[in-house]
């Protein structure tokens, strides 16, 4: 299994709650453990429940430390109230009570077989013991008839494999997920505990870039999201053939840039428009992106998470089909968490037509009148997307652009999974 990259928080020694910090760093390191360990049974039980006992020791020490938080009964009351609450921290108590009292959490190793066929709503769910586990095959064959599925299921759909540790008395979360989320709520405490005493909260960082990470994510470290991709296989019903997400990322060379810019004839500083905001951004972005289709004749796609009017990540995005799209988004969504990013911008070549009323489901790539267009999507955690389009006018090899079109709001359900993450809720239109 792959290991993801871990990040870490950067403690400050001299911080009056080091001790808090160190011990929450614990956890997170046993929990990295586990994920390590995911596929070896003995192993993944010893280190997440090293795990669990370690989470339930942070509010002990900060208890124990109440002297250095002013007025601490007063502060500490209503997060006793919401972890006291909050059903999957009450499990967290009586699992950790459990192992040091009983014995070993009632862990089972599942597969777990999903169908994708849209940007949120999932298909059928099947689990099966891991040791009953014959192979994606067997379970591929034993998925419904196209009779049963519906034709765009088949067309169009992802069987999605997963091997996942459930605990019986925890039945609705894969156990490393559960644990992350507890991890999760109690960072959000000891971060609150900082700022109690007048300290920032400690920095999250990449362990091997250095980059910093933004507040936000529940608490939860970026490594602790989406880790689950890791130890899935994707599955295309249409053909039966497995494929990968690809996200090439795309580090920032000043020299590259450089011999980019004098290509295509363009200005370095008239790129990336940074004195505005995130459609400033977007104008700018759309301006390059139309000089290099007409000089290349084609143009890749490419999604740019923002922080503000600042980029957190650009990535070339490869969508072979419907189906993996359905799964990229997803998968988008999940680095949109990571990086607290609040706006999303994804450009390249498409198609545009016209709605048929008599076939509500036709996409436009599949339509007799489609129109190939360039053309570019904002979405925002706060604002109406804006979308930008542009038609080819193919001239033999050649390629012009018509003029750019500027589309406020309009249906873009394929960010739904991103309007999710953002706890936004979906317009209507983009229902229907």
Not at 261 to 273: S, T
Not at 390 to 414: E, S
Request: charged share 30%; with cysteine.
């Amino acid at each position: 299994m792959p290991n993801s990259t871990e990040r870490s928080e950067l403690h400050d020694s001299a911080c009056p709650l080091a001790a808090i910090d160190r011990r929450l760093d614990d956890v997170h390191r046993h929990w990295h453990s586990a994920e390590r360990a995911y596929f070896e049974p003995q192993a993944f039980r010893v280190a997440i429940q090293t795990a669990i006992q370690t989470l339930r020791t942070v509010t002990f020490i900060l208890q124990s430390n109440k002297h250095l938080i002013p007025e601490f009964d007063a502060w500490y009351a209503p997060w006793q109230e919401r972890l006291k609450a909050d059903a999957l921290m009450r499990w967290m108590v009586d699992a950790r009570n459990k192992i040091e009292k009983q014995g070993d959490l009632e862990a089972h190793s599942f597969v777990r077989a999903e169908i994708v066929a849209s940007y949120l709503d999932n298909g059928p769910v099947m689990d099966v013991p891991a040791k009953l586990f014959e192979g994606p095959r067997v379970i591929l064959k034993g998925i419904p008839k196209k009779s049963e599925l519906g034709d765009h299921i088949v067309k169009f759909g992802t069987l999605r494999i997963q091997r996942r540790w459930v605990e019986n008395s925890l039945p609705n979360y894969e156990l490393l997920e559960a644990v992350a989320i507890a991890y999760g709520r109690i960072a959000e405490l000891v971060h609150d505990a900082h700022r109690a005493i007048g300290r920032d909260p400690p920095t999250t960082v990449d362990a091997e870039t250095g980059e910093q990470y933004a507040p936000g994510r529940g608490g939860k470290m970026p490594c602790m999201i989406g880790h689950g991709d890791a130890r899935t296989i994707n599955i295309s019903l249409s053909d039966g053939k497995r494929f990968d997400l690809t996200h090439l990322a795309i580090p920032a060379d000043v020299e590259e840039g450089r011999k980019s810019a004098e290509k295509y004839g363009l200005q370095p500083d008239k790129i990336w428009d940074a004195t505005g905001d995130q459609e400033a951004v977007l104008n700018s972005l759309f301006r390059s992106a139309r000089r290099m289709t007409e000089t290349d004749g084609y143009h890749v796609t490419m999604s740019v998470l923002l922080r503000g009017n600042k980029p957190v990540r650009l990535a070339q995005v490869e969508f072979p089909d419907q189906g993996a799209k359905y799964v990229v988004m997803r998968d988008m969504a999940n680095e949109v968490t990571k990086l607290a990013a609040d706006g999303v911008i994804l450009i390249g070549e498409g198609w545009r037509a016209k709605a048929d009323a008599s076939k509500p489901y036709m996409r436009a790539a599949d339509a007799p009148d489609r129109i190939e267009m360039l053309h570019a999507v904002l979405v925002r955690r706060e604002g109406d997307p804006v979308e930008l389009i542009a038609d080819f006018r193919r001239q033999g090899d050649q390629v012009r652009l018509a003029d750019t079109h500027t589309v406020r709001g309009g249906q873009h359900y394929m960010f739904a999974p991103i309007y999710n993450a953002w706890g936004r809720v979906l317009p209507d239109d983009w229902k229907k």
